[in-house]
């Protein structure tokens, strides 16, 4: 892994967070459930990054989420299973269809 990935992993990782931590930004809170919108994010880091690059973007997103519930009292999302097995298996599945889209060849 070069230096470059690792920058731009660490740029990721800071938008996730800052997203997963700021209220009424990256999860829009409508009742008791939050809508992510912190998906794009990943996507764009597995585009960028490739699978390991999802499944990681996903974790933390999983993170920040499960620590924004612990900050805001989100009594949904306050069970660490509920907050991050979820988003680390959107990150793994955005994931694997990168990697789908990638080998199809249009030209």
């Given at each position: 892994?070069?230096?470059?990935?690792?920058?731009?992993?660490?740029?990721y990782?800071?938008?996730?967070?800052?997203?997963?931590?700021?209220?009424?930004?990256?999860?829009?809170?409508?009742?008791?459930?939050?809508?992510?919108?912190?998906?794009?994010?990943i996507?764009?880091?597995?585009?960028?990054?490739?699978?390991?690059?999802?499944?990681?973007?996903?974790?933390?997103?999983?993170?920040?989420?499960?620590?924004?519930?612990?900050?805001?009292?989100?009594?949904?999302?306050?069970?660490?299973?509920?907050?991050?097995?979820?988003?680390?298996?959107?990150?793994?599945?955005?994931?694997?269809?990168?990697?789908?889209i990638?080998?199809?060849?249009?030209?």
């Amino acid at each position: 892994m070069s230096i470059k990935r690792i920058a731009y992993f660490g740029m990721y990782l800071g938008i996730i967070l800052g997203l997963s931590l700021i209220p009424y930004i990256g999860l829009i809170t409508i009742g008791p459930v939050s809508i992510n919108i912190i998906t794009i994010v990943i996507i764009i880091a597995s585009f960028h990054l490739g699978f390991f690059g999802g499944l990681a973007s996903g974790a933390f997103v999983g993170l920040g989420s499960f620590l924004a519930a612990l900050l805001y009292g989100r009594i949904l999302f306050i069970y660490f299973d509920i907050a991050f097995l979820p988003r680390l298996l959107v990150g793994a599945l955005i994931g694997v269809i990168v990697i789908k889209i990638k080998k199809i060849t249009i030209w």
